[in-house]
């Protein structure tokens, strides 16, 4: 079987990744909500930002993060 079809746990790094990019999704859908007028642009919005989350699940799923720090990150400033 392709490791494309298989299931795969998350590692911690993994985890807090796809947590980030949930979070990051939920604020741009709660915007999208906010100020676009109910339409089928806005549901197709939606969709494919839905579609962006999954595939970026997969993508960590298959591939796991980089392991790299932000800038700025660790500064102490």
Do not use: Y
């Amino acid at each position: 079987m392709s490791e494309t079809f298989k299931h795969h746990d998350f590692d911690d790094d993994q985890i807090e990744t796809s947590e980030l990019i949930r979070d990051s999704a939920e604020e741009l859908e709660a915007t999208i909500a906010l100020w676009c007028v109910p339409s089928r642009e806005k549901s197709l919005a939606l969709t494919k930002l839905e579609e962006c989350v999954m595939w970026a699940n997969k993508a960590i799923a298959l591939h796991g993060v980089w392991d790299f720090e932000p800038e700025g990150a660790g500064d102490g400033d």
